[in-house]
């Protein structure tokens, strides 16, 4: 399976990215996708996921109702939809697929930077 990234860039405080994951290989034991991100330095942090099986979607506290996770199970993609976005969001945004909960996220792409800017 390959997951790869792309949307990333720079934008101001403020401002929207959205980001893409097409994935690509036997897709069908997955579950589930999401989005991770991680600052130089840091732990990856979960930041969304979506539960094929029925559709809901899951954020962390700093990103919920400023970013959607949204995507096409058909299609294998999955879309990162980042608004009001602020200096603390600038990482790099990893996909990631696997189960239904974050823990089990386990099959990750290569990244895409996000640098938000004061």
């Known amino acids: 399976v390959q997951l790869v990234e792309s949307g990333g860039g720079s934008v101001e405080t403020g401002g929207s990215l959205r980001l893409s994951c097409a994935a690509s290989?036997?897709?069908?034991?997955?579950?589930?996708m999401g989005w991770f991100r991680q600052v130089p330095g840091k732990e990856h942090e979960w930041v969304a996921s979506i539960d094929w099986t029925d559709g809901s979607s899951y954020y962390s506290d700093s990103v919920k109702d400023r970013f959607t996770i949204s995507g096409d199970n058909a299609k294998n993609t999955v879309y990162l939809q980042m608004n009001s976005l602020k200096p603390e969001d600038t990482a790099v945004y990893y996909c990631?697929?696997?189960?239904?909960?974050?823990?089990?996220?386990?099959?990750w792409g290569q990244g895409t930077l996000v640098t938000v800017s004061s």
């Open positions: 290989g036997r897709m069908s034991v997955f579950t589930g």
């Open positions: 990631a697929a696997g189960g239904t909960c974050p823990v089990s996220l386990d099959t």
